[in-house]
């Protein structure tokens, strides 16, 4: 059983920066498609970011060039460095993985979640 534990939220002003970071266990990291999710209250979770087995990454256009998402292998785990944060990105984010090969941006590609933490961006 994979079991995901999302930590590293908080409040920061905007035009700030925040690193958001989850800890795997149950699998190696080395064979799973992980990504970051993020919803709003009201909204629908949406995926902003992916990283395949081969760590080859993938951004939504709202977060490319402002967020970077990173897997380590040796500590199991996946960080999201975010940048520029707008008050828009307030949401709950969420850490997601799979066992499958090819990862996408999709709610439903991923069968393993975590709790979420909370980032909040003001103004």
């Known amino acids: 059983q994979v079991q995901l534990v999302e930590s590293g939220g908080g409040s920061v002003q905007a035009g700030g920066s925040l690193r958001v970071s989850c800890k795997v266990s149950?699998?190696?990291?080395?064979?799973?498609?992980m990504a970051w999710f993020r919803q709003a209250p009201g909204e629908e979770r949406e995926g902003l970011a992916i990283?395949?087995?081969?760590?080859?990454?993938s951004y939504k256009d709202s977060v490319k060039g402002r967020f970077t998402i990173t897997k380590d292998n040796a500590e199991n785990s996946l960080h999201l460095q975010m940048t520029s944060l707008t008050p828009e990105d307030t949401a709950m984010y969420y850490c997601?993985?799979?066992?499958?090969?090819?990862?996408?941006?999709?709610?439903?590609?991923?069968?393993?979640w975590g709790q979420g933490t909370q980032v909040t961006v003001s103004s």
């Open positions: 997601a993985a799979d066992f499958r090969t090819r990862c996408g941006f999709l709610t439903n590609d991923y069968n393993f």
């Open positions: 990283v395949a087995n081969f760590n080859s990454a």
């Open positions: 149950g699998y190696s990291t080395n064979w799973l498609c």
